[in-house]
């Protein structure tokens, strides 16, 4: 709301919205490994079988666990304990504990519970475990970590309280926005992701003629390159602390779109002496390159 003195009663009402929903998924997931046990045979192939659903529950849950513990595992702030972890989840008389065993049974176990990392896996569970599934966005702990990075950091304490209620909030409304970008049928439509990535060369053409015929010359499609930006925001891009910087114009931008699609015309001009001398090879290698792992580049986004 655009009056501060209602903040705070809305992150508290988003708070406990948060909480209720996170255990209704959860419950659910419980609730459906219960009947699995006086359910059908584990080797019954009907698609509908129980069996066949907690397989595919597990699926899901080891693929969130997987997707955590790949987001920024260099950075100390994921690996130390969180300040404010989700009570309901982590307490140990509850149900709840039975998924992190059905994970752990097929992982290495790892102190993973109590740090930082459980904020992201919290807010992605409800999301992908939910009836209106985001499951089919690969890369979204990718959008998810430095939004929960930005909460959890909060100086002001009431805040950084609610980070996991406010990440999943923002992110929900994020992926109202770019949603379409998964959605494969509307990949040729306006707006969808295709239409998108033509639109980074249709800009770059405006800004640079000479460097996107250079392109064209070698038939290097955005798609070869341009998904993985867009998609993720250029979280993959960038050190984190450029990400947020970059998220903070984009999201502050009623046009956040057109401007992201700067920023990936930048991103290509600053390449641009390399990519007018190199041929398809070298050209591929530095475009699906990430800007972080660019030698002499250092990944700062001081360098656009």
């Known amino acids: 709301p655009?009056?501060?003195?209602?903040?705070?009663?809305?992150?508290?009402?988003?708070?406990?919205?948060?909480?209720?929903?996170?255990?209704?998924?959860?419950?659910?997931?419980?609730?459906?490994?219960?009947d699995t046990w006086f359910g059908s045979k584990p080797l019954n192939p009907n698609p509908d079988s129980r069996?066949?659903?907690?397989?595919?529950?597990?699926?899901?849950?080891?693929?969130?666990?997987?997707?955590?513990?790949?987001?920024?595992?260099?950075?100390?702030?994921?690996?130390?304990?969180?300040?404010y972890p989700c009570l309901l989840?982590?307490?140990?008389?509850n149900e709840f504990e039975t998924l992190r065993k059905r994970v752990e049974q097929t992982t290495l176990k790892s102190q993973t519970v109590a740090r930082n990392r459980s904020g992201v896996t919290n807010v992605s569970s409800p999301l992908k475990t939910s009836p209106n599934s985001l499951s089919e966005y690969e890369g979204m702990n990718e959008i998810v970590g430095p939004l929960y990075y930005t909460f959890a950091t909060d100086?002001?304490?009431?805040?950084?309280?609610?980070?996991?209620?406010?990440?999943?909030?923002?992110?929900?409304?994020?992926?109202?926005?770019?949603?379409?970008?998964?959605?494969?049928?509307?990949?040729?439509?306006?707006?969808?992701?295709?239409?998108?990535?033509?639109?980074?060369?249709?800009?770059?053409?405006?800004?640079?003629?000479?460097?996107?015929?250079?392109?064209?010359?070698?038939?290097?499609?955005?798609?070869?390159?341009?998904?993985?930006?867009?998609?993720?925001?250029?979280?993959?891009?960038f050190?984190?602390?450029?990400?947020?910087?970059?998220?903070?114009?984009?999201?502050?931008d009623e046009k956040r779109f057109d401007f992201l699609l700067l920023v990936c015309c930048a991103m290509l001009t600053l390449i641009r002496d390399q990519l007018l001398e190199?041929?398809?090879?070298?050209?591929?290698?530095?475009l699906q390159v990430r800007i972080i792992n660019r030698v002499g580049m250092g990944g700062n986004l001081g360098n656009l």
């Open 278 to 286: 190199g041929d398809f090879t070298l050209n591929m290698r530095l």
């Open 155 to 237: 100086p002001n304490s009431e805040w950084k309280e609610h980070a996991e209620a406010d990440t999943f909030f923002c992110f929900t409304n994020l992926m109202a926005e770019i949603r379409d970008n998964f959605i494969k049928s509307l990949d040729d439509s306006q707006c969808g992701i295709t239409y998108k990535m033509e639109k980074v060369y249709s800009t770059l053409k405006e800004k640079d003629v000479e460097l996107y015929l250079k392109l064209q010359e070698q038939n290097i499609k955005p798609q070869f390159f341009a998904f993985r930006w867009l998609t993720l925001l250029l979280s993959q891009e």
């Open 89 to 93: 989840i982590l307490d140990p008389q």
């Open 51 to 83: 069996w066949n659903t907690y397989f595919k529950d597990n699926e899901v849950l080891l693929q969130i666990d997987k997707d955590v513990r790949r987001l920024y595992p260099d950075m100390a702030f994921f690996q130390r304990p969180t300040d």
């Open 2 to 34: 655009p009056t501060q003195h209602l903040w705070l009663t809305l992150v508290l009402s988003t708070k406990t919205a948060y909480v209720r929903q996170v255990g209704v998924a959860i419950k659910n997931l419980v609730d459906r490994e219960q």
């Open 239 to 252: 050190l984190l602390p450029d990400v947020i910087r970059i998220w903070d114009s984009l999201f502050a």
